[in-house]
């Protein structure tokens, strides 16, 4: 955003009410959320982006907004792009890309805000199924069940990260999932990957409240989130 940009975002809001910003990839990039409790919010997903660009951007894309709060989601494709064999080592990274993007939030003033990253569906088209099965002939995950099970362990990481380190976490996976940690096929476009809208609608019912109630807190930049029911 320029600064022509900034300028009309305070004529419609107020020079003293912050916005926040949303910094990840695609899931991110198609949520249409644009503003909450009277704060803007600017939308900073890029399709592809991979945590080591959404630090390589931080200073324009979130610092020079002036936000009260950044919302940080998306690390899916650091798994999904990892050559094979190196995904245990992505997965590092994505964990200390993490942890510089809380310091650096914090060290400018805005509260960072974790999410759980979303599964996969299970295989549904006739083709997936039977790279499934030959996959389960020899011996080996689908490839759906294989980045399923490095995002949820990222997820175990974020939801821990959080925990130590008193920052905001929207516990997203649980809302579109079902039993087996899998994405549930009704918030799943074809692709298997991408969130329907049924999706999106969920992701707000839950969403909207917590940082409603998180940005009309005393305090909100140490203030929780709160967590689902049960989650």
Same mark, same amino acid.
């Given at each position: 955003?320029?600064?022509? @940009?900034?300028?009309?975002?305070?004529?419609?809001?107020?020079?003293?009410?912050?916005?926040?910003?949303?910094?990840?990839? *695609?899931?991110?990039?198609?949520?249409? #959320?644009?503003?909450?409790? @009277?704060?803007?919010?600017?939308?900073?997903? =890029?399709?592809?982006?991979?945590?080591?660009?959404?630090?390589? &951007?931080?200073?324009?894309?979130?610092?020079?907004? &002036?936000?009260?709060?950044?919302?940080?989601?998306?690390?899916?494709?650091?798994? +999904?792009?990892?050559?094979?064999?190196?995904?245990?080592?992505?997965?590092?990274?994505?964990?200390?890309?993490?942890?510089?993007? +809380?310091?650096?939030?914090?060290? /400018?003033? +805005?509260?960072?805000? #974790?999410?759980?990253?979303?599964?996969?569906?299970?295989? *549904?088209?006739? $083709?997936?199924?039977?790279?499934? #099965?030959? !996959?389960?002939?020899? !011996?080996?995950?689908? $490839?759906?069940?294989? +980045?399923?099970?490095?995002?949820? %362990?990222?997820?175990?990481?974020?939801?821990?990260?959080?925990?130590?380190?008193?920052?905001?976490?929207?516990?997203?996976?649980?809302? =579109?999932?079902?039993?087996?940690?899998?994405?549930?096929?009704? $918030?799943?476009? %074809?692709? @298997?990957? /991408?969130?329907?809208?049924?999706? $999106?609608? =969920?992701?707000?019912?839950?969403?909207?409240?917590?940082?409603?109630?998180?940005?009309?807190?005393?305090? /909100?930049? @140490?203030?929780?989130?709160? %967590?689902?029911?049960? !989650?």
């Amino acid at each position: 955003m320029t600064g022509l @940009g900034l300028q009309a975002m305070d004529s419609t809001h107020g020079a003293d009410v912050r916005p926040i910003v949303l910094l990840g990839a *695609s899931y991110l990039a198609a949520w249409q #959320l644009t503003e909450i409790a @009277g704060h803007p919010v600017v939308n900073r997903g =890029v399709p592809g982006d991979q945590t080591p660009a959404y630090l390589e &951007r931080f200073q324009r894309d979130v610092v020079d907004l &002036r936000p009260c709060a950044v919302v940080i989601w998306g690390v899916d494709n650091d798994v +999904i792009r990892a050559p094979r064999g190196h995904t245990a080592e992505a997965c590092w990274c994505v964990e200390r890309n993490l942890e510089s993007l +809380i310091r650096l939030a914090r060290a /400018h003033d +805005i509260a960072p805000i #974790l999410v759980t990253d979303l599964t996969l569906r299970p295989p *549904s088209r006739w $083709y997936e199924w039977l790279a499934a #099965l030959v !996959g389960r002939m020899q !011996g080996r995950q689908s $490839y759906q069940s294989r +980045i399923n099970s490095h995002v949820l %362990r990222l997820n175990a990481f974020v939801r821990d990260l959080a925990a130590r380190t008193g920052t905001g976490l929207l516990d997203l996976h649980p809302l =579109v999932s079902a039993r087996n940690g899998m994405r549930a096929r009704r $918030y799943a476009k %074809r692709d @298997g990957s /991408h969130l329907t809208d049924a999706g $999106y609608r =969920v992701i707000d019912a839950y969403v909207i409240p917590r940082l409603t109630a998180w940005l009309a807190s005393a305090d /909100h930049a @140490g203030a929780p989130i709160a %967590r689902a029911a049960g !989650g």
